[in-house]
């Protein structure tokens, strides 16, 4: 059974600030998303990474795929309030269209 | 943009009863999936439908769990035997083929079923 362990759980910090979540595995994946879920909705995709050491950007956010395909990092600068939200990574081991494994979830509160 | 759409929004049921919860996926994506959430856990995969069949099933998925598409707009995930363990939010899923690694998945806004 494939495994993603996300930490923190919780995470509370001012606006402005930077943060860093963590998305670990001892499994190998083809390919990581990140998805943001709100309340009473469900996740919305962020990126998709495939390579392994590949960096992506969207605006403050940038994701990492780890050189191994086993992990992930979602850094935020300048945090807002709008980025206040449940962070899930999910992971393939395969091709598409092929199951998603959800990672554990980061909630993630920025305070004005 | 496009969206996956799901209803009821809230289903309470007895236990022991069946339920059916219906999604119109995206109209021209051909990949159809199921998710739930149980409250406080992780999004956790049930099972993806394509061609008119089921591609992939969890353990969670057992004989009590059917999935279809009746008329070609619809996909809907029928609880025979509700039991209270099956209280969770469910959330319908659609994408698009051809996409390979890089598919996104389009959820609905979920489905939460409360089983008294």
């Known amino acids: 059974t494939q495994l993603l362990e996300q930490s923190p759980q919780f995470l509370s910090i001012q606006e402005g600030e930077n943060l860093t979540v963590y998305c670990n595995s001892s499994?190998?994946?083809?390919?990581l998303q990140w998805y943001r879920q709100e309340p009473g909705e469900g996740p919305v995709l962020l990126v998709t990474?495939?390579?392994?050491?590949e960096v992506k950007k969207l605006k403050r956010l940038t994701f990492q795929f780890g050189d191994a395909r086993k992990d992930s990092s979602l850094h935020i600068t300048a945090a807002q309030t709008g980025d206040t939200g449940l962070y899930l990574c999910?992971?393939?081991?395969?091709?598409?269209?092929?199951?998603?494994?959800f990672g554990t979830g980061t909630r993630l509160t920025i305070i004005p | 943009e496009p969206e996956v759409t799901q209803t009821p929004s809230h289903q309470v049921t007895q236990m022991g009863q069946e339920v059916i919860l219906r999604c119109v996926p995206i109209s021209n994506h051909l990949y159809f999936y199921w998710y739930r959430q149980i409250l406080g856990q992780k999004v956790e995969f049930l099972v993806s439908?394509?061609?008119?069949?089921?591609?992939?099933k969890s353990e969670i998925f057992d004989d009590q769990f059917s999935v279809e598409r009746p008329d070609g707009s619809n996909f809907t995930l029928k609880i025979r035997s509700t039991k209270l363990e099956d209280s969770a939010m469910y959330f319908c899923?659609?994408?698009?083929?051809?996409?390979?690694?890089?598919?996104?998945?389009?959820f609905g806004s979920g489905t939460q079923l409360s089983v008294l």
């Open positions: 990474v495939v390579t392994g050491g």
């Open positions: 999910a992971g393939r081991s395969n091709f598409g269209n092929e199951k998603l494994t």
């Open positions: 499994s190998v994946f083809s390919s």
């Open positions: 439908f394509y061609n008119n069949e089921i591609s992939e």
């Open positions: 899923a659609s994408s698009e083929p051809g996409r390979g690694l890089y598919e996104k998945l389009f």
